[in-house]
């Protein structure tokens, strides 16, 4: 029996891929950006990986500087490869990646996000597609090492991650935004309501198929970084209380505990003042103190099991507010 030779129509159509890039205040790097991803999408345009109306799409987050005039450049010199989206204020990096990426469901196969500082590797797009062909539904770009990271970023950035899996969040380990999602997965992202974004810990959370390609972090070409200090805590802080409500479980404890303390430190002090060794009034005082405490701690953790609860199911405001669109994403 001779061998079949396979033809085109046995492999599938590459899909139409979207690229999401959040942008805020980006106008340093997004010129160079913009030339780096066109020339990937034209050479995987070029390798059957993407379909030839696969596109870039640009979300600009509210910027005070001219990131929406060089988007709308690009939009105009290369409309089939560029689109654009301006959000009317801003709204924080996680609410403009989900805005691209719920823009972009209804027209592509799969969407890439990225950030527009050209740290992530581009050249593993490549293998990230081809993860997807292969049946893997979302794909995460995820860092080999924090070589390139000071000090006081490493160690605080791997202790978040393990606090998180402390707290019970399923987090994929040095991994940021730089995805690929496929069309089940992204219908399955916009089910989810939540007003207080943490993608890093929803998207896991989705349970398709997954896989993962490891890249080295580059230092950022130009500009400031988006998440000083204080936006990383902020961040941190969005992540577990979006995502976990075991911190308002370990103040019900800690009250547990303090009324445990309040029990002995009552039979303490009964036994001291039989045995004669007793100073006036300082029992009675210390004992109400760990006593109402307590009660107050345990009180405040029983209502703030509800109020988690609540927190997380009933919150109904816009993510955000689209402005302007440029194109069909």
């Given at each position: 029996?001779?061998?079949?030779?396979?033809?085109?129509?046995?492999?599938?159509?590459?899909?139409?891929?979207?690229?999401?890039?959040?942008?805020?205040?980006?106008?340093?790097?997004?010129?160079?950006?913009?030339?780096?991803?066109?020339?990937?999408?034209?050479?995987?345009?070029?390798?059957?990986?993407?379909?030839?109306?696969s596109k870039i799409v640009f979300v600009d987050d509210g910027s005070s500087d001219?990131?929406?005039?060089?988007?709308?450049?690009?939009?105009?010199?290369?409309?089939?490869?560029?689109?654009?989206?301006k959000l009317s204020k801003n709204r924080g990096h996680q609410n403009a990646l989900?805005?691209?990426?719920l823009s972009v469901k209804d027209y592509c196969d799969a969407a890439i996000s990225i950030d527009a500082d050209l740290q992530d590797d581009v050249s593993i797009i490549?293998?990230?597609?081809?993860?997807?062909?292969?049946?893997?539904?979302?794909?995460?770009?995820?860092?080999?090492?924090?070589n390139s990271d000071s000090v006081f970023k490493r160690v605080s950035a791997q202790s978040f991650y393990r606090f998180m899996r402390l707290l019970g969040?399923?987090?994929?380990?040095?991994?940021?935004d730089f995805r690929l999602m496929g069309k089940r997965?992204?219908?399955?992202?916009?089910?989810?309501?939540?007003?207080?974004?943490?993608?890093?810990?929803?998207?896991?959370?989705?349970?398709?198929?997954?896989?993962v390609e490891y890249y080295e972090r580059k230092a950022r070409f130009a500009g400031e970084s988006k998440y000083p200090l204080h936006k990383m805590v902020k961040f941190a802080l969005e992540g577990v209380t979006s995502l976990s409500i075991k911190p308002i479980r370990l103040i019900t404890l800690l009250g547990i505990l303090?009324?445990?303390v309040s029990v002995i430190m009552i039979v303490y002090f009964v036994t001291r003042h039989f045995s004669g060794d007793a100073v006036r009034g300082w029992p009675s005082m210390?004992?109400?103190?760990?006593?109402?405490?307590?009660?107050?701690?345990?009180?405040?953790?029983?209502?703030?099991?509800?109020?988690?609860?609540?927190?997380?199911?009933?919150?109904?405001?816009?993510?955000?507010?689209?402005?302007?669109?440029?194109?069909?994403?």
């Open positions: 029996m001779t061998g079949m030779k396979l033809t085109n129509r046995d492999y599938p159509p590459p899909p139409r891929t979207s690229i999401v890039v959040p942008c805020y205040n980006e106008a340093e790097v997004l010129p160079e950006t913009a030339k780096r991803l066109l020339k990937k999408i034209n050479q995987l345009r070029s390798d059957s990986l993407v379909s030839e109306n001219k990131t929406w005039e060089i988007i709308q450049q690009l939009h105009q010199a290369s409309p089939e490869s560029f689109c654009g989206i989900l805005c691209g990426l490549d293998d990230m597609l081809k993860k997807h062909r292969e049946g893997c539904e979302i794909v995460y770009g995820v860092r080999s090492d924090r969040v399923d987090i994929v380990y040095n991994h940021a997965s992204l219908e399955a992202l916009s089910q989810y309501g939540e007003v207080n974004l943490f993608l890093r810990g929803i998207i896991p959370m989705l349970g398709f198929k997954t896989g303090m009324l445990c210390i004992v109400s103190l760990w006593g109402i405490g307590g009660l107050i701690l345990f009180a405040i953790g029983i209502v703030g099991e509800y109020i988690g609860k609540i927190y997380l199911e009933v919150k109904h405001r816009p993510r955000y507010i689209i402005e302007t669109i440029l194109g069909e994403q």
